[in-house]
C-alpha cells in the first residue's frame, strides 16, 4: 500500500540541513561527525545491542584513542562495547567483523590470560580503555552512537527514522479525487499512473486531501510506504507508524518509547477505523506467526485489576471504550494490556506471550497541516 503526501518546496527545502538533526537525547560531538548517549541504566549485552538498534543507533566500539577518551570520560568504569566472540571461542570480532583479537592499538586488552569461563563471550571496557571479556548476561551500563552521516531526519513529524525515504515526483495535471493520478518518476524518466484516492483518504483525512486536490499542477510529491515511516494525520492531530514486525505488548511498548513514541492511543471512533483500517492493509504483507485480529495499544490495567488507563494516563471511559462481547475477561488473570481487534472493538490481552501487530503514534506539538506543509 501506498501513501503520498503534499510537500511545498520550501518543506523539500528542509529535509536536507546543514545542521545534523537526531534523536533529542542524544549529544552530537562535531569532532566524530556523531551522535552518543549514555546509558547508565545497566542491561546485559545483549539488551544493550538491542536497545541501541531500537533507538536507531548502534552499540559502541571505540575507533580512535580519542573516541575512546570520550566515551570513558562519559562512563567511568566498565561498560559494555560492541564485541564478542559468540560465532567462535576465542575469535573476538567487533559487531562490523574486524577481528579485535589481538589488537592493541587505541584499545587493548587486560594482561594475564583471557576469562574462558561460560558466558565470558563479550567485551566489557574500563575507564583506561583497557578491554576484558566478559559474562554477556551481566548488567552493565553503555554507550550507543550514531554516525551523523547516516541519518535520515523526518522534519514532518520532528523525528529520526530509519525508514523514512524519500523520491520525488512531479504531478502530471492537477489531481483531484475524481480523477486518476499521473506522476513523473524522475529517475525513471516516465509517468506512472497511481489510484491514489483511497490511501490519501486514509493517510491524509479530509483536510490533507483537500489541500491535496486543490494545489496547482506540478507540485512536488512526497513519496513512502504507509507502513514503512512515520506520517502526518492532520485529523487527529498526531503522527503514525504502522510496524509490520509483530512483537508482544511490551515489546511494542518498548519498540515505540525508544523511537520517542508510544502506543497509539485511541481517543474515538475515528480514530479507531483509521487505524484498524490501516492495520488490515499492511497485514496484508505481513508473513510469519503472530496472532491476526489484534492490535497492540495504549492502554492497559498493570496498577489495578480493572481499572483501565491510557499511557498517558487517562482513564479508558474518557476515551475511545468500545469493549468487544465478553471482554473484558482478564482469561487466566494474565490479561493486563490493550489492544483493538480489527473489528474496532477493544480486548485485553496478554503483554508477554503472544505476537500482534502494533501502531506507534508521535504527538504534532501543536503543528498543523498548513504549518508543516
Not at 510506504?225 to 510496524?243: E, G, L, Q
Not at 519498540?255 to 471512533?269: G, R, V
Not at 489495578?304 to 479508558?316: A, C, H, S, V
Request: aromatic share 14%; net charge negative; glycine share 6%.
Amino acid at each position: 500500500m501506498v501513501i503520498f503526501v503534499v510537500l511545498a518546496a520550501a518543506s523539500i527545502a528542509s529535509l536536507s540541513t546543514a545542521v545534523p538533526q537526531f534523536r533529542k537525547d542524544y549529544k552530537y560531538v562535531v569532532e566524530h561527525n556523531a551522535f552518543y548517549k549514555a546509558h547508565l541504566f545497566p542491561r546485559s549485552w545483549y539488551d544493550a545491542l538491542k536497545y541501541c538498534d531500537m533507538e536507531g543507533s548502534t552499540l559502541v566500539y571505540p575507533a580512535s584513542a580519542e573516541e575512546v577518551s570520550l566515551i570513558t570520560e562519559m562512563m567511568g568504569d566498565h561498560f559494555w562495547v560492541a564485541a564478542h566472540d559468540l560465532l567462535g571461542r576465542g575469535a573476538f570480532l567487533d559487531v562490523k567483523g574486524n577481528d579485535i583479537s589481538t589488537q592493541c592499538e587505541h584499545t587493548c586488552w587486560n594482561t594475564g590470560t583471557l576469562d574462558h569461563s561460560m558466558g565470558a563471550d563479550c567485551v566489557k571496557m574500563n575507564t583506561y580503555g583497557t578491554i576484558y571479556n566478559f559474562d554477556c548476561k551481566t548488567s552493565l551500563p553503555f554507550v550507543c552512537k550514531k554516525l551523523a552521516q547516516n541519518i535520515t531526519y523526518n522534519d514532518a513529524c520532528d523525528t529520526w527514522d530509519e525508514d523514512f525515504n524519500f523520491n520525488l515526483f512531479a504531478a502530471a495535471e492537477t489531481p483531484s479525487p475524481s480523477n486518476d493520478l499521473f506522476l513523473l518518476d524522475r529517475e525513471a524518466s516516465k509517468f506512472v499512473e497511481v489510484r491514489a484516492v483511497a490511501p490519501l483518504t486514509a493517510a491524509l483525512g479530509t483536510n490533507g486531501l483537500a489541500f491535496f486536490a486543490n494545489h496547482a499542477a506540478f507540485i512536488a510529491i512526497y513519496y513512502f510506504k504507509f507502513i514503512s515511516a512515520y506520517f502526518v494525520n492532520n485529523d487527529h492531530k498526531s503522527c503514525y507508524k504502522f510496524h509490520t514486525t509483530p512483537k508482544t505488548w511490551t515489546d511494542a511498548f518498548l519498540t515505540c518509547h525508544a523511537e520517542q513514541s508510544y502506543l497509539a492511543i485511541i481517543d474515538d471512533k475515528e480514530e479507531a477505523d483509521f487505524i484498524t483500517k490501516g492495520v488490515k492493509a499492511v497485514a496484508e504483507d505481513v508473513r510469519g506467526d503472530y496472532v491476526k485480529d489484534f492490535i497492540a495499544v495504549g492502554y492497559h490495567d498493570k496498577f489495578e485489576e480493572g481499572n483501565y488507563i491510557t499511557l498517558k494516563g487517562q482513564k479508558l471511559d474518557t476515551v475511545y471504550n468500545e469493549w468487544d462481547k465478553g471482554e473484558p475477561n482478564n482469561m487466566y488473570g494474565q490479561e493486563d494490556c490493550g489492544t483493538i481487534k480489527t473489528n474496532g472493538l477493544l480486548n485485553d490481552f496478554n503483554c508477554d506471550t503472544q505476537r500482534i501487530l502494533f501502531v506507534c503514534e508521535r504527538d504534532l506539538a501543536g503543528k498543523d497541516w498548513n504549518e508543516i506543509y
